[in-house]
């Protein structure tokens, strides 16, 4: 069972550490930027490269896992049985275009729905988060500790500021309140790498109303593994297969942030 997941383990990083070295070289060559949902949701020939990259390698290696990927070159999933990779290729696509940094692949490997290996690389800064279930999460092989926890009046917490203003997803008003009451907030542009500084100690909450499968599920099995919480902001617990909202964060503030600011 476990000489499985080392092997898994292997390929994994072999590959992160590949699709690296692809996304650095792109920097040298023409972008192809294009708009998905809307004029600001964007998507390059890099990000699809990337998942193709994933899904040949996935598929030859490992023919009887499947890939639940965001630029539509895994498989159309709906339970989750068996292996699922759940591949970001970039996440923080904006950030890739207009900042060249501060961008992730992310990857989540699950076994009949449970997080077993989860995966976090910071591209540009040559930093990988990575976790084993059972083993702890480390940062280029440098264990990171179990999360302690804190309350919110000494917590940085990462929110976007669209969600501080009035909004059509969601009442801004108890945000607000929390940005006001937190040490500090922060906005990255990257749910993958904000999720892995939650993981990380770094950032002590992260806060989004509506993130896909793919944004959240390699950081998500980093921060269970170092001992945080990942939930909706209903606190109930995220659904692999659609869109949700997350409050991911470190024992205490996650309590605190649910009890005293989203349960009126
Ligand atoms: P992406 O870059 O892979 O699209 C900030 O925009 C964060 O929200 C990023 O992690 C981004 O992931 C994610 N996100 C999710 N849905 C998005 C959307 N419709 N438009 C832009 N970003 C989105
Ligand atoms: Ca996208
Ligand atoms: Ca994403
Ligand atoms: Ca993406």
Redo the contacts with the bound molecule.
Sequence with gaps: MAEKWEEIDRYARQWIDEAGKRIRASFAKQLTVEA???P????TNV?RAIEQFFAEHIRRQFPSHRLLG?EGFGDRIDALDGVVWVI?????????VHQRRH?AV?IGIFEDGIGQLGYVYDVVFDELYAAQKGRGVFLNGEPLGLLQPAPVTESIIAI?GTWLMENKRLDHRPLMRLAKEARGTRSY??????LAYVAAGRLDAYI?P???P??FAGGMILIEEAGGMVTTLDGKPLDLLG?NSVLAAKPGVHEEILRRYLHD
């Design positions: 998905k949902e809307n600001n949701d964007l998507v990000d965001e970001d290729p970039i996440d923080g696509t904006m950030n890739f961008f992310s976007n542009g990257s749910a993958a790498l904000e989004s509506r993130l896909s793919w944004d869109r």
